[in-house]
């Protein structure tokens, strides 16, 4: 109750999260120069990032509904692994995906080796269609979760009539499915599109180019290629728009919670039984692993090979992006704990902290480059800089596993902790940190993966003496050193799932 | 002394005066309907709730701006007392210092505690492993370590079985005694009151109706006993 310490420190959290966000907005807009500063290519990467997305999102959705079926109505050995499976896209690293997609779908991978002996000549992976497919092997996931949770919201007990009434397949999806997905869809749908409309780190490894590229890239081009900061800001004031409607959404809708928790409901059922439509089902789930294991598999392997020969500035830039990674999960888990603790007292608090899901990396990068250059070469703050944007962006997610948890501990403990003089940093090391370190851990799990594998900010200010893991990653497949790139893809991710998995599964025990 | 002096206590559309004194030393009952404002009264008192209007006074000293845990009151909720991550000496240690650096004198106090409510051999115990009757007793310590003079029950004793139940009121009787305490307990059986309250108030149409010796008002109850009671 009266934590007044605590409080104070989160209202000032908030307050500081709230000029660190609208900062850079600001210099973004006071130095966009109106639309007139846009060229006529500026115009075409806003119409590709709405086509690409609807793309991308309409073919997760129709890939997604077969794949919730089969997990929603079958049951089987291996099918909790599966769930998690899905989980795992949102925390790996996005350049990791693409990588994989190259080795899956390139010019060398199996599907062209296959289309080959057929006679065909595959489209490459590169362009358009190669930024929709890694869209869809992160969003196809995502959908199938959503999906799943509506064909498991199907109450039972209506099944069970349908059973009683001797419903065949058909029937079932007329009467109860279809109006589930009538209901449920459109809501997917609409997040992915929004997801993919604030796409960056998939656009700069496979797009680019008059016809593929979006609009987080072009303020990218703008800024790194042509220098032209009054456009890359008119651009981020676009990217804006778009990023305010994609981040509410996607908050509201995507986080795993807890990964994989509470999805392992199985509706008996009695109309699907048939031989027929369960090899239709294990055919569906075996083709969405192997789309999803696939790249991940190549990727690894060949990486596994050589781990051992990666030069020096690989591992150095393995240890910026720990450090990193380790610096934001301790920053984001401290102010997400103290903002929670104020936003009892204060509503406004929780609003200040979400409010970060609307900016883009890029054009908080863009923002904070415009403010540090009347200071200082922004150049030598990159990796702050870098750390700073990807607190900011983990924070309301941080929030989202906090808040509730700390409502729940004020509403069950908050007067026995006040009637025993339990306040401050007595409350937090007695009553805080012991009752909240399953959200904490999670929270800085997932913090600490995603700022590991960002690919984001630190693309607009970084020398290579400064790059991170994914940046290096991202020069070595630039420069086609594959083997390295693989190698150092396997680091990554042993990087981000592993910070993630110790966080996490060090906040469930002891 | 419990001083309330002119209170009044609004919570949304519910309204709640009270202008009496409790008296030391004894144990004093507080009864009335579901939804009349006894847990309220009892929050405002121990300080998680503001009073719009009036004031509290213990032994003569205004305390209604005090924060809750600095007030000379300790206080049993219905739910909840203890914390399910600290042991049990832990969360009786509590009640001497939040920090639970205990000093040896400080640990003997806390062991003869747990000794006195019957609960030697259980200090390295989590709540879960106690059953419902230890987990009481557990609070129970913690008030008694606390020493404050006044003890404020919300219940704490009403998911336990009628024999328990007894058992609790009887050590909180003895205890209170013992130790000189003073007690505000809020209960819905008037049994309860028979057994071990000194004095008996009721809450009745948004007001605190003064104390009287529960003897008494159980011989000849008033017409807002008699409602209470269902007669």
């Known amino acids: 109750m009266s934590r007044g310490p605590g409080t104070r420190l989160g209202t000032a959290a908030a307050l500081a999260v709230l000029v660190v966000l609208l900062g850079p907005l600001l210099a973004v807009a006071w130095r966009a120069e109106g639309w007139a500063g846009l060229r006529a290519s500026d115009w075409g990467a806003l119409r590709f990032t709405l086509w690409q997305a609807a793309c991308s999102s309409a073919l997760s959705v129709l890939l997604a509904i077969p794949v919730a079926r089969a997990l929603a109505r079958r049951r089987f050995a291996g099918r909790d692994a599966v769930v998690l499976l899905l989980g795992a896209p949102f925390i790996l690293p996005v350049i990791v995906a693409v990588l994989g997609l190259v080795a899956v779908f390139g010019r060398t991978g199996p599907i062209a080796w296959i289309a080959g002996l057929a006679g065909l000549d595959p489209p490459s992976i590169y362009g358009a269609q190669g930024v929709i497919l890694a869209h869809v092997f992160f969003n196809m996931p995502l959908a199938t979760r959503l999906i799943l949770q509506g064909w498991q919201a199907i109450p039972g007990e209506r099944l069970r009539l349908a059973a009683a009434l001797g419903f065949g397949p058909g029937d079932t999806f007329r009467l109860l499915e279809w109006p589930m997905l009538r209901a449920t869809v459109p809501g997917v749908a609409l997040v992915i599109f929004l997801i993919c409309t604030t796409s960056f780190a998939v656009a700069l490894a496979l797009g680019g180019g008059p016809r593929a590229t979006t609009v987080e890239l072009a303020i990218y081009q703008a800024f790194r290629f042509d220098f032209d900061l009054g456009r890359a800001a008119a651009l981020g004031g676009v990217q804006l728009a778009l990023g305010g409607l994609a981040a509410f959404a996607a908050l509201r809708l995507t986080l795993p919670s807890g990964f994989g928790a509470g999805q392992d409901r199985v509706v008996p059922r009695w109309d699907s039984s048939g031989p027929l439509l369960r090899g239709q089902d294990g055919g569906v789930i075996a083709l969405a692993c192997a789309f999803l294991l696939l790249p991940m598999v190549l990727v690894l392997a060949e990486g596994a090979l050589h781990l051992t020969n990666l030069p020096a500035a690989v591992w150095t830039a393995a240890a910026r992006s720990l450090a990193i990674a380790l610096g934001a999960a301790l920053l984001t888990v401290g102010l997400a704990l103290a903002m929670a603790v104020a936003a009892l007292r204060a509503p406004w608090v929780e609003a200040a902290g979400t409010l970060a899901v609307a900016a883009s990396p890029l054009v908080l990068g863009t923002g904070l480059y415009l403010l540090l250059l009347p200071l200082a070469n922004p150049i030598a703050f990159a990796l702050p800089v870098t750390l700073l944007v990807n607190v900011v962006l983990a924070l309301p997610f941080a929030l989202r596993a906090l808040i509730p948890a700390m409502r729940e501990l004020d509403a069950d403990y908050g007067r026995l902790s006040a009637s025993l003089g339990l306040t401050g940093w007595v409350w937090l090391r007695r009553v805080g940190l012991p009752r909240l370190r399953r959200p904490a851990g999670f929270a800085a799990g997932l913090t600490a993966a995603l700022a590991a594998g960002d690919l984001g900010v630190i693309t607009l200010f970084a020398t290579p003496e400064q790059a991170t893991l994914p940046l290096m990653l991202y020069q070595l497949m630039g420069s086609y050193r594959m083997e390295e790139a693989k190698a150092a893809a396997l680091l990554l991710v042993i990087l981000s799932l592993g910070l993630f998995w110790l966080f996490e599964r060090g906040s469930r025990d002891a | ?231």
């Open chain 2, 1 to 231: 002394m419990l001083e309330l002096d002119g209170l009044e206590i609004v919570q949304g559309a519910f309204r709640l005066t009270a202008d009496t004194v409790l008296q030391a030393g004894q144990i004093t009952a507080l009864m009335g309907a579901s939804g009349s404002g006894k847990s309220t009264l009892l929050a405002a008192i121990a300080g998680f709730l503001d009073p719009v209007r009036g004031s509290i006074r213990i032994a003569g000293t205004d305390i209604t701006g005090l924060a809750p845990g600095d007030r000379p009151l300790s206080m049993l909720f219905q739910d909840n007392n203890l914390f399910p991550h600290l042991t049990v000496a832990q969360n009786v240690g509590l009640g001497l210092r939040p920090d639970l650096r205990l000093s040896p004198a400080q640990k003997d106090a806390q062991a003869a505690v747990l000794a006195r409510v019957g609960l030697e051999g259980l200090e390295a115990r989590r709540p879960r492993d106690l059953s419902g009757g230890q987990q009481s007793r557990a609070a129970l310590a913690r008030a008694l370590l606390r020493g404050r003079p006044w003890l404020l029950l919300d219940e704490p004793f009403s998911a336990l079985g009628p024999a328990l139940r007894r058992d609790m009121l009887t050590l909180l009787r003895e205890t209170a005694r013992a130790e000189g305490l003073s007690v505000l307990m809020v209960t819905h059986h008037p049994e309860d009151a028979r057994a071990v309250a000194d004095a008996t108030c009721l809450i009745a149409d948004g007001a605190l109706i003064p104390p009287a010796s529960t003897e008494a008002l159980f011989a000849e109850p008033t017409p807002a006993l008699r409602a209470y009671l269902g007669e």
